[in-house]
Every structure is written in C-alpha cells, then in structure tokens.
C-alpha cells in the first residue's frame, strides 16, 4: 500500500482555505476565547439552554461556504462507494472518539498543537494512530474499505 498525492489537484486556492482557517481559529480564540473545535461547537446546538449566536454562525458558515465556492468554481465531486451501514458505524465511532477524547482533529489537532497543548499532540497522536490501523485493518483483513 502506498500514499500518492494528486499535486494536480492542490491548488493556490488550498492555501487560501488553510489561511482561512487558521485566520477563524484565531480570531475565535483571541476574540472570545473559544477553541474552534467543530465537534464541541456542534454538539453545543443541540443543548438548546447553551446555544450561544457565534455557535449558530460557525455551524453555518461550514454550510454556506461551500455554496458560496461553487458559485466561483466547481466543488471537487465526491463519490462514496463505501456500504451505508459501514459509515453509519464509522460516524458513530468517530462521534464516539470526540467525545472520549475530549475533542476532534479541529479542536486538537490545529488549535490545540497550534497551542503546544500537551494533551492535544496526545490526542492528535493518537487519533491519527488509530485511523491509520483502522484503515489498514479494514482495507486488508476485512476487504471492506
């Protein structure tokens, strides 16, 4: 098994996303103090008691930006060939991950390295870790990815 990049596929635009994202994690980090972890920030809208404005705007801003790309320039086009059921159970394992590792790949893995959070390049480690054996697992004794 090997990694290839498609170096066609990244583009000046890839850098404007990732400068974009590293922009909105700063100013939500120095504006109001808050980690841009997306599963945290998610799981926020649906204790209706807590939902704060800037929690409404981010989850829609991840929805309406690629809209407003694609009046700009085509969306990559995704085909999933993966079996319903396998990614109902991989949701369900990822949602289940956040929550036992206290966050996701946002909120660890850029704020929290960004940070030098211990506790985050912990995470980031080890999520990484398992997705790669999960991965590995799933492609090479199961046949299923």
């Given at each position: 098994?090997?990694?290839?990049?498609?170096?066609?596929?990244?583009?000046?635009?890839?850098?404007?996303?990732?400068?974009i994202?590293?922009?909105?994690?700063?100013?939500?980090?120095?504006?109001?103090?808050?980690?841009?972890?997306?599963?945290?920030?998610?799981?926020?809208?649906?204790?209706?008691?807590?939902?704060?404005?800037?929690?409404?705007?981010?989850?829609?801003?991840?929805?309406?930006?690629?809209?407003?790309?694609?009046?700009?320039?085509?969306l990559?086009?995704?085909?999933?060939?993966?079996?319903?059921?396998?990614?109902?159970?991989?949701?369900?394992?990822?949602?289940?991950g956040?929550?036992?590792?206290?966050?996701?790949?946002?909120?660890?893995?850029?704020?929290?390295?960004?940070?030098?959070?211990?506790?985050?390049?912990?995470?980031?480690?080890?999520?990484?870790?398992?997705?790669?054996?999960?991965?590995?697992i799933?492609?090479?004794?199961?046949?299923?990815?």
């Open positions: 098994m090997s990694i290839q990049v498609d170096w066609q596929a990244f583009t000046p635009i890839s850098l404007v996303g990732g400068v994202i590293g922009a909105a994690t700063v100013i939500l980090l120095l504006g109001i103090g808050r980690v841009a972890g997306i599963s945290g920030i998610a799981s926020s809208l649906l204790k209706p008691k807590r939902v704060e404005a800037w929690q409404v705007l981010f989850v829609l801003g991840l929805i309406v930006a690629p809209l407003l790309y694609q009046l700009v320039a085509p990559a086009q995704v085909k999933v060939t993966s079996s319903l059921p396998l990614l109902i159970g991989a949701g369900l394992l990822v949602g289940f956040t929550r036992l590792g206290s966050g996701c790949t946002s909120g660890h893995g850029i704020c929290g390295n960004a940070r030098l959070s211990p506790r985050s390049m912990a995470a980031t480690v080890t999520f990484m870790l398992f997705g790669i054996i999960t991965v590995y799933g492609r090479q004794v199961f046949g299923l990815i």
